[in-house]
């Protein structure tokens, strides 16, 4: 079976191999295609994935392309994790936004407009040729903003694309394991859109746990999302937020920190992997090494800004670890085995949110199997998460719109609608100061 890693010049595509290396089962993953446009990071990886596979004896083969054509050709799956405009393209969509006094992160608010502006039309173009090259391959989404790439690939793929994201695997890890329960054996009733979504429920066993969590403030304030949001506004809301929506509960603070950091998340990403790829230039170092060591770093400190705003201090050693990598894995291996299982992916609605309309990408728990994923009907969102998702779902309809038509007017509508930009004139001084930095928005008139 054949995997296509697209962006797979990536710092995290040794993680998505790591998975597979695990996987020894009839009908894995036996050959990887890597493809990335830049020669030297494919390079990079494929040396730190060659020591990964150093004694084992059906590691898949890797191979590396930097023609996208070839690299699809026979795909039986593609992962996308592609990166429009690199990390100083992240950068600059947090300086851009910081400057205005909004916030600049990747997938929310002003930054995940910008970065959503410039990578859907890229996505729409790869979701083209997936569909003339490989017509019977899944496309496997991780490229941010993950519900709205996503949304964008399958009108031209259907239900053929399927996001995925770590942040509520991770949640709902962490839920289970202050509860004492095994998460593989837990249902976690989880819904909105992507990095905008509640648990609203932990079931074991036919039981919701999730109220003796929200009675019990000791045991509500020990874990990641307790000491980030704070225990009065957990037991206020009656559910835990995904952490992504401390930047809206929390948003004049996260903007504040951020304003007040040495260096923005993404300015010190560009610096720490730009010393990573520098280093892997180098024939005599140890890549494996030089990768695990640099991914540590990366992963203390993510998110570090709102956990000092919120006084949550360092993260569990439990939580340095994704997990993306392992939803990919079971997620191909539930669609080419038939090995039936429940995951949260972001896929189309049907009829899941009655709010939305059946093409909106929402993430919520699916059923997995041949046939793909299917969504598992929830219950209706209270008020307040209503009125969040169908405003930020609006503000990626206008994305789309303007990413499809070119229209710079449609793009000043997304920026002026989202609920974490506080004036039309702000967003007006945000395409500007966006397309003189992006060469990726000329399209935009």
Not at 217 to 244: C, T
Request: net charge negative; glycine share 10%.
């Amino acid at each position: 079976m054949k995997l296509t890693i697209l962006g797979g010049g990536g710092f995290r595509v040794p993680l998505v191999y790591g998975a597979l290396l695990q996987d020894h089962a009839e009908g894995r993953v036996t050959h990887v295609v890597l493809h990335d446009l830049d020669a030297g990071r494919l390079s990079a990886v494929a040396r730190v994935l060659a020591e990964q596979a150093a004694g084992v004896p059906d590691a898949p083969e890797v191979s590396a392309t930097t023609d996208l054509d070839e690299a699809l050709r026979g795909a039986d799956f593609v992962f996308s994790a592609i990166r429009v405009g690199g990390l100083e393209g992240r950068a600059n969509d947090e300086r851009v936004a910081l400057a205005e006094g909004v916030l600049g992160q990747e997938t929310v608010g002003a930054g995940g407009i910008a970065y959503g502006l410039r990578t859907v039309p890229v996505a729409v173009d790869i979701a083209r040729r997936v569909a003339r090259l490989a017509p019977e391959a899944w496309v496997i989404n991780f490229t941010n903003p993950a519900g709205l790439v996503t949304e964008a690939m399958s009108r031209h793929l259907g239900d053929r694309v399927i996001g995925i994201c770590d942040s509520p695997v991770g949640l709902g890890r962490r839920i289970a394991r202050v509860l004492g329960a095994n998460p593989k054996e837990a249902w976690i009733d989880y819904v909105g859109l992507n990095h905008l979504g509640w648990v609203r429920g932990l079931h074991v066993a036919g039981r919701d746990e999730l109220p003796r969590l929200l009675g019990d403030p000791d045991l509500l304030g020990s874990f990641e999302e307790g000491k980030l949001f704070g225990v009065d506004w957990l037991r206020s809301l009656g559910a835990i937020p995904n952490e992504y929506l401390h930047y809206y509960y929390f948003n004049r603070e996260a903007v504040r920190a951020y304003q007040q950091a040495e260096k923005t998340r993404g300015a010190f990403l560009h610096d720490q992997q730009a010393r990573f790829y520098a280093e892997m230039r180098n024939p005599d170092a140890p890549a494996l090494k030089v990768w695990d060591d640099t991914r540590a770093e990366r992963e203390a400190t993510y998110m570090a800004e709102n956990r000092e705003t919120a006084g949550a201090g360092e993260r569990d050693e439990d939580d340095l670890s994704g997990g993306y990598e392992k939803v990919a894995l079971a997620l191909m291996r539930a669609i080419a085995r038939d090995e039936r299982t429940t995951l949260i992916l972001n896929v189309r609605n049907r009829r899941t949110l009655s709010v939305l309309d059946t093409d909106a990408v929402i993430e919520v728990p699916c059923h997995v199997d041949a046939n793909g994923a299917h969504p598992v009907t929830v219950e209706p969102l209270p008020d307040h998460a209503t009125g969040l998702v169908c405003a930020v779902k609006a503000v990626e309809r206008e994305v789309l719109s303007a990413a499809d038509s070119g229209s710079q007017a449609t793009a000043v509508k997304a920026f002026a609608l989202h609920p974490l930009v506080d004036s039309v004139n702000v967003a007006r001084r945000l395409v500007e100061g966006y397309t003189e930095v992006h060469p990726g928005l000329a399209y935009l008139r």
